[in-house]
């Protein structure tokens, strides 16, 4: 991808001309798409041209954004000229996208042409919400927007724009107007986008200073700033000096008891579970680990990288810290999480934060706090389970910070110490001794097989009903394991049913490929 400015030769202030000129901008909710678009009207009319916009809206997180449009042009001959509502393929001058993946709509769309368009466009991601509910990674490549932009655009200038607008405390939309002034394509003076901005008053002063950071940006095409190499993070995350001083004795232990190549991920899960728990459980993460290792290193591990140990270093510690009610608590409680949604809102000083949680327990998971004895018994009791469970399965919405509600969920939180005598915790240690069972015997025999197994853990995540089909579907890619195991090419089988069943919430295509394994198993 790169960033280049051109002058479009489109007409000066003043000039007249027999075309008007077409901008297309696609912003979602929040992102001030109608705010600019006003600014830019506003500006063109300053010069006394004569500009028109409408918007068309979408619901942002399914079908795209909303598409603001704008023509503007000069009199000619004292005549007004009749301006178009909607950008026509081929049509448009500048498309300006607030979000990457829109940038790659608006190419499909047709509104971005190689031999007329420029595109200006952040390439920061807002997740749509059929990727944020995929049971496994389900982001969109980018990668095929990127190199579309290259092939569709006349002139592109794609950078960050978000996160330079969040710098200078303001929204993209100032970011995105300084943007268009640097790049050229309207020979209007800076002063005048400025003066379009400084009409305002709430957040102006903010507005300039994003508008002017994208304005520089772009004309002197400098690059973003380079992230850190991954390995850097990684090695950065995992330190013995970025661990909790609790755990120093155990990450001494971890380093003498796992091979080089796991400690990374030894680190990160023994954070992991001793956050969830405490330091006793991180020594019962440290036991399940050093058997598995030894079961690795009789299989020949060493000459594979024990990938066996690496990814049961990573997922082992994924099933031990479950989410349960304690755990829900927890977190929305913590003064951590309050502080990340403040810097994520920007809050001012003086401004009230109140976070309204839409919480909806069912009695499964009250049980599942009860001391295991107790809650076998009462699962054993169906009427007076259905009783309660009415009174207790209804959507209920907390303000999390009311002096109710924080004490309640607290207090909640704080019930970690009966955790390991809870029912829940017994459920989830018997499913976990029986996958790592099924892992270590398969890796005997076949170390890929034993490995994929691991990997299978992928499918078990969330919460409630989450938590249940992501059991169940994993439940039922273990079952079918069971009847390739013996098969030369039973690890390829195995990626094949956890990838199926990653794919889609309702289980279709794991049914589809078990149905193909029973076919000949």
Known sequence: MRDETV???????????????????????GQGGGVLTDWIVQLAENHGWVAQSTSVPGVAQRTGATIYYIEAMPPLDGR???????????DV???????????????????????????????HRTFAIGEKIAPGNGIADGGAVTGAIGIAAKTEIIFDMNALAIANGSVI?????????????????????LDVIRAGDKGAQASVRAFEAAFDRVQSKSPDPAPPAQSEVADTASSPAALDPRLAGLAARLTQELPDAVQAMGRAGLK??????????GGEYLDILGKLHAADRSSGGAERNFAFTEAAAKYLANAMSYDDVIRVADLKTRSSRRARIEGELALSEGQVLQTTEFMHPRMEEVMGMLPAGLGRWLGAKPRLLGWLDRRVNKGRRVRTYSLLSFVALYVVGGLRGMRRRSLRHATETAHRDQWLKAATEAVRANYQLGVEILQCRRLVKGYSDTHSRGLSKFDKTLAAIKLVAP???????????REAALKDSAGKELDGVIQTIKSFA
């Not at 000039?15 to 696609?26: G, K």
């Not at 500048?94 to 368009?117: H, K, N, Q, W």
């Not at 939309?173 to 986008?193: I, N, T």
Request: proline residues 6%; negative net charge.
């Open 173 to 193: 939309s100032a970011a995105m107007f300084g943007a268009l002034a640097g790049a050229g394509v309207l020979s209007f003076s800076r002063e005048s986008y």
């Open 7 to 29: 002058q479009l030769a489109l007409p000066a202030a003043g000039d007249a001309t027999e075309r008007p000129i077409s901008i297309a901008i696609v912003a979602m909710g």
């Open 80 to 90: 007004k000229p009749i301006l178009s509502l909607m950008p026509t393929p081929g």
């Open 487 to 497: 098969r030369d090419d039973a690890a390829d089988w195995a990626r094949r049913l």
């Open 272 to 281: 992991k579970v001793v956050d969830f728990q405490d330091v006793a459980y």
């Open 93 to 123: 001058d500048v498309v300006m996208a607030a979000e990457f993946m829109e940038a790659g709509r608006s190419i499909l769309r047709g509104l971005v042409t190689p031999d007329r368009t420029t595109l200006i466009a952040s390439n």
